[in-house]
């Protein structure tokens, strides 16, 4: 599906989106114990990995982030067909929708059990993945790097490759890296600002859709 704005505004966009990535896995794995809210492929992983006895991972935390970011992709899938003829209300929608799931987080989170507040912020990432995905945008995926990082490699002129434009996939793994440092660094004063900042972040992307011209 075709993106509403220029494609550098595209990029751009995903970046930051790619950003918050880091910085909410960094919440969802040092504090809610070990899981991740955006990362599925780690997710399950861990599930078969929580057999080990005195590996210190939940099978319940594993799959209940599975649960909700299967909720959440739902949700994006639904509403991409809904608004789908109408991309930058279908682009504004989910992505605002997406910053306020991770915003009444941020307010509750202190007082929700850990289990409890993986379930939104699951939601809110499956949100972005089945939108992302949609668009289709090449080399950005805002969540998962494997393919990024096989790119760059097996696309090389190492590896007989035109090693043309590695540019996109070089900037989201520093842009996922920068986010998850960042994350790591804020939890240590606060998680509430994590969450806040992340917040901002989705909304400023959805202002972004909403206001960018083509």
């Not at 939601?123 to 089945?130: W, Y």
């Not at 995926?141 to 043309?164: E, I, W």
């Not at 994350?183 to 992340?198: D, E, I, M, N, S």
């Amino acid at each position: 599906m075709d993106a509403p704005v220029k494609d550098r505004t595209l990029v751009a966009l995903l970046l930051v989106l790619t950003g918050v990535t880091g910085l909410i896995d960094a919440v969802s794995y040092l504090r809610l114990g070990h899981v991740f809210v955006a990362n599925m492929t780690g997710n399950v992983v861990f599930l078969g990995l929580s057999l080990y006895p005195g590996g210190g991972l939940s099978p319940a935390a594993s799959a209940v982030a599975i649960g909700a970011f299967l909720a959440g992709a739902l949700l994006g899938g639904r509403l991409a067909t809904m608004f789908g003829g109408r991309p930058r209300r279908w682009l504004a929608l989910a992505f605002t929708t997406q910053a306020v799931i991770i915003a009444v987080t941020a307010i509750f989170f202190a007082a929700l059990p850990a289990l409890v507040a993986t379930v939104p912020l699951a939601v809110a990432f499956g949100l972005q993945n089945a939108t992302v995905r949609r668009l289709a945008a090449r080399d950005l995926t805002t969540t998962v790097l494997t393919q990024t990082l096989t790119g760059l490699a097996a696309d090389s002129v190492l590896a007989g490759g035109s090693g043309q434009n590695p540019y996109r996939r070089l900037w989201s793994v520093v842009a996922m890296l920068a986010g998850a440092a960042t994350g790591a660094l804020l939890l240590q004063v606060t998680v509430t600002g994590v969450l806040v900042l992340a917040a901002a972040l989705v909304a400023l992307t959805a202002a972004g859709f909403a206001f960018t011209r083509p």
